[in-house]
């Protein structure tokens, strides 16, 4: 895994969410919802836009699914999936 | 006379209704799921026999003599919590319907004319699709609370089922119906909508409230149609649920059409309705939104109090659509009073006079506030214009001054009216600020204390905290001598409102 796109999403969780989420309490493997962080709906749209904004990418709609949002590192492995993508056709 | 014409006061009408419902056709076929477990409507009442069994126990343990009490369900929006509304109802128990997080919301506590309260417990057994009528009793907790006093029952010739308004921050006011007009009500949603069997319909709004089960279950239950109800619904949940279950029958908020807007990427053609209700959806986003379910939005008017008041089709025209409240459902009038030089431009407070309306306001101890006569007219609080020589209503704002923040309905005179609660504060005025929060519109509080008095906003704060939920506290909490005053000797808001703005531009400024 590409250890700067992981990190990049931990930060903007962490930091840039209106959520009261500290670094130490993220993992790659926890779940955003729910028994999680507990990511509420309005979080959840922020991240889609931040993640949208700090990579350069657009979610189509069969993208926003709840695997692809599980867990930090699934959304991670999406966005650089997408990325990669991205590159290969340029 | 129509299929929805019932007499729903009659003794055991909602029982012998989901008696129907189970043998109806399409009884064996269409579900109602909440995502986890569902069940037939042919099931319902094999499913219903324990629960209401041991309803039948609790009202056995009333005491000699005492007339009819009234249970505080806890409900979560789920198959099991709505199994056990059903089976309150067929029973014709007399409820407060609570959410089933009262506690996180920082709401006020079960009514304390409320011997027993009843909670659904989380988790359900292992195999979570084994869902029967015994499970759910197992995970049904009685908890019962010392009355303080008898409290004589109100004189009603059928159950009651109260609500708790939207927007209450601690006050525990309940809007009173009978069983019999809840029903009348759903039945006139199912009539305005034509909602069949054959329909789906998706409900991702909370159980426990007029919206969720008033008009959205309680209609579908009657139509007999498929439904799918889901708690805490957020965009990934909606979507993810939308492409299983295949609605084509939605009942959602503004809040999801806001939502809603940045996942569907085209329109989603496999709706023939949604509606809004809640807040007034604001135009923008129901111009944005319309197209991308094919013009089937329609925002329906209505109150806890009222129930389901007016609508337009989704076959008006989207101009029509935004720009008035429809027409109402059967048997509801409207009026727009026009009083006297306040009645520029026609506008005037709005009042509704409505066959399934509410019989009153209760308050903790069961005490009526307020009574109400199905004849009379209520104020909605809101104002609005009639165009058309009154064929068409046009709503132009809250009468109060109120705030929306996280999808509550904050009543500024409320809250003004709970900080003036804490020690040592003599006059709050609470403002709303047009500028944007994480929690939507933003709070500013100013504070004058008692003479004599110190006031610490950090203490302040911390007793706020226990007092109030955290959407309805104010972002800014100032303490002053005095307050600029308008000739008419009212607090000059506007020029408070413009003193935040300022000091929040400035403060933007030093920080560069």
């Known amino acids: 895994m590409n250890m700067s796109v992981l990190e990049s999403v931990i ?72 990325l990669n993508q991205q590159v290969r056709v340029e | 006379m129509n299929r929805w014409t019932a007499d729903y006061s009659a003794p055991g009408a909602f029982g012998a209704l989901l008696e129907q419902r189970s043998l109806q056709p399409s009884a064996a076929a269409n579900t109602l799921s909440d995502g986890t477990l569902h069940c037939t409507y042919a099931a319902l009442p094999t499913l219903l026999a324990p629960i209401r069994d041991r309803l039948r126990v609790i009202r056995g343990s009333f005491s000699q003599g005492a007339e009819q009490e009234t249970v505080a369900y806890e409900c979560p929006t789920s198959l099991p919590g709505a199994l056990v509304l059903m089976a309150l109802m067929a029973e014709e128990q007399s409820l407060v319907l609570l959410p089933s997080s009262t506690a996180e919301l920082g709401l006020a506590p079960s009514p304390r004319f409320c011997r027993h309260i009843l909670r659904l417990s989380a988790g359900t057994s292992p195999a979570a699709t084994d869902l029967s009528g015994e499970n759910v009793v197992e995970h049904l907790q009685i908890i019962e609370q010392v009355l303080d006093q008898r409290l004589k029952r109100p004189a009603s010739s059928g159950p009651l089922f109260h609500l708790r308004t939207s927007g209450s921050m601690g006050r525990a006011k309940l809007v009173t119906h009978e069983q019999s007009t809840l029903l009348g009500n759903a039945a006139n949603v199912a009539q305005k909508y034509r909602l069949v069997p054959e329909d789906r319909i998706f409900i991702p709004v909370p159980l426990a409230h007029m919206y969720g089960f008033g008009a959205a279950f309680l209609s579908g239950l009657l139509a007999g149609a498929s439904m799918e109800i889901q708690g805490r619904s957020n965009l990934l949940t909606y979507l993810d649920r939308e492409r299983r279950f295949l609605p084509n029958v939605a009942w959602v908020t503004p809040t999801h059409c806001e939502m809603l807007q940045r996942g569907f990427k085209s329109p989603h053609s496999g709706y023939r309705l949604v509606i809004t209700s809640g807040q007034r959806i604001p135009e923008a986003l129901q111009r944005a939104f319309d197209p991308l379910v094919c013009g089937t939005l329609v925002n329906q008017y209505g109150s806890s109090e009222l129930g389901a008041v007016a609508a337009c089709a989704p076959g008006d025209s989207l101009e029509e659509k935004v720009a008035t409240l429809g027409s109402g459902f059967p048997g509801v ?41 199905s004849s009379d007219w209520f104020g909605t609080g809101d104002l609005a214009r009639a165009l058309d020589g009154g064929n068409r209503i046009q709503v132009v704002g809250r009468a109060g001054q109120s705030v929306n923040r996280r999808g509550y309905l904050i009543q500024l005179e409320e809250l003004e009216h709970q900080l003036e609660q804490l020690e040592g504060v003599g006059q709050a005025i609470a403002l709303s600020i047009p500028v944007s929060s994480a929690h939507g519109d933003t709070i500013a509080a100013f504070l004058i204390a008692r003479p004599g008095v110190v006031l610490d906003v950090q203490s302040l704060r911390l007793s706020l905290a226990t007092k109030l939920p955290q959407h309805a506290t104010p972002d800014y909490i100032h303490v002053t001598d005095t307050l600029p005053l308008l000739p008419s000797g009212k607090v000059d808001r506007q020029s408070l409102i413009q003193q935040v703005i300022w000091q929040l531009s400035h403060s933007q400024e030093q920080n560069r």
């Open chain 1, 11 to 82: 930060e903007i969780i962490s930091t840039q969410l209106d959520v009261k989420i500290r670094r130490e309490t993220i993992r790659p493997e926890s779940i955003l919802m729910e028994e999680g962080l507990g990511l509420d709906s309005i979080a959840v749209i922020e991240l889609v836009t931040l993640v949208e904004e700090r990579f350069a990418i657009k979610f189509h709609e069969q993208d926003l699914t709840l695997e692809t949002f599980r867990t930090v590192e699934s959304l991670a492995a999406f966005v650089e999936n997408r």
């Open chain 2, 333 to 373: 009038e409207l009026r727009v009073v026009l009083e006297d030089e306040s009645s520029s431009a026609g506008v005037g407070p709005l009042q509704v006079k409505h066959p399934y309306g509410f019989i009153g306001y209760r308050d903790d101890d069961g005490q009526w506030l307020l009574r109400r006569e």
